[in-house]
Nanobody, 115 residues
Framework: QVQLVESGGGLVQAGGSLRLSCAVS????????MGWYRQAPGKQRELVAT??????HYADSVQGRVTISRDNANNTVYLQMNALKPEDTAIYYCNSPVPALFTPWGQGTHITVSS
């Protein structure tokens, strides 16, 4: 059974940085695409970054400010977030970028960006 455990969120001032981690068990991140999602209060969950073999893709809302990466040895996916804005405030989750391949969602990790 695949399990996803997100961590690394917190309270940060606008312009600050955070690195989120997604520890994956039951699936090798080296052979599947993985994505980071976020859900802001009152909004739908959105995919903000995807990583696969030889590619990374970012939503327009975070392009140029975030970097997705993975550590195959530790089976962990990261999201480095820089120049954070108040509108980045959300709960961040990782999962497959393909809805048909979703596994049970983890608890997510909260980011609050103060202005």
């Amino acid at each position: 059974q695949v399990q996803l455990v997100e961590s690394g969120g917190g309270l940060v001032q606008a312009g600050g940085s955070l690195r989120l981690s997604c520890a994956v068990s039951g699936r090798a991140v080296s052979v599947v695409a993985m994505g980071w999602y976020r859900q802001a209060p009152g909004k739908q969950r959105e995919l903000v970054a995807t990583i696969g073999t030889g590619f990374a893709h970012y939503a327009d809302s975070v392009q140029g400010r975030v970097t997705i990466s993975r550590d195959n040895a530790n089976n962990t996916v990261y999201l480095q977030m820089n120049a954070l804005k108040p509108e980045d405030t959300a709960i961040y989750y990782c999962n497959s970028p393909v809805p048909a391949l979703f596994t049970p969602w983890g608890q997510g990790t909260h980011i609050t960006v103060s202005s």
